[in-house]
């Protein structure tokens, strides 16, 4: 499993979380950042620095990881 972002990072975008993430695979998607849901080592720092509290796990949020998946070009 991994973590992933909902929707309330857009609006938001500040990149908080990139600067936590010690494997860098969160990435821009245009409209809100996403989590590469096979990279991520499910450490929860950027939970944490997310001011919008906007990134859950991902068992939490099927769409949210769905909708990385699909941003990313990875199979469903
Ligand atoms: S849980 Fe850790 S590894 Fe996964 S995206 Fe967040 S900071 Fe990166
Ligand atoms: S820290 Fe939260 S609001 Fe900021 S870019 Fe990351 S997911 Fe979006």
Redesign the pocket.
């Given at each position: 499993m991994s973590y992933a972002?909902t929707s309330?990072?857009?609006g938001?975008?500040?990149?908080?979380?990139?600067d936590v993430c010690p494997i860098a695979c969160?990435h821009d998607a245009g409209a809100?950042?996403v989590i590469h849901p096979d990279e991520c080592i499910d450490c929860g720092a950027?939970a944490v620095?997310?001011?919008?509290?906007?990134?859950v796990e991902g068992h939490e949020a099927p769409g949210a990881l769905a909708y990385a998946r699909a941003a990313l070009h990875l199979t469903p």
């Amino acid at each position: 499993m991994s973590y992933a972002i909902t929707s309330r990072c857009a609006g938001v975008r500040d990149g908080a979380c990139l600067d936590v993430c010690p494997i860098a695979c969160i990435h821009d998607a245009g409209a809100q950042f996403v989590i590469h849901p096979d990279e991520c080592i499910d450490c929860g720092a950027c939970a944490v620095a997310c001011p919008a509290q906007a990134i859950v796990e991902g068992h939490e949020a099927p769409g949210a990881l769905a909708y990385a998946r699909a941003a990313l070009h990875l199979t469903p």
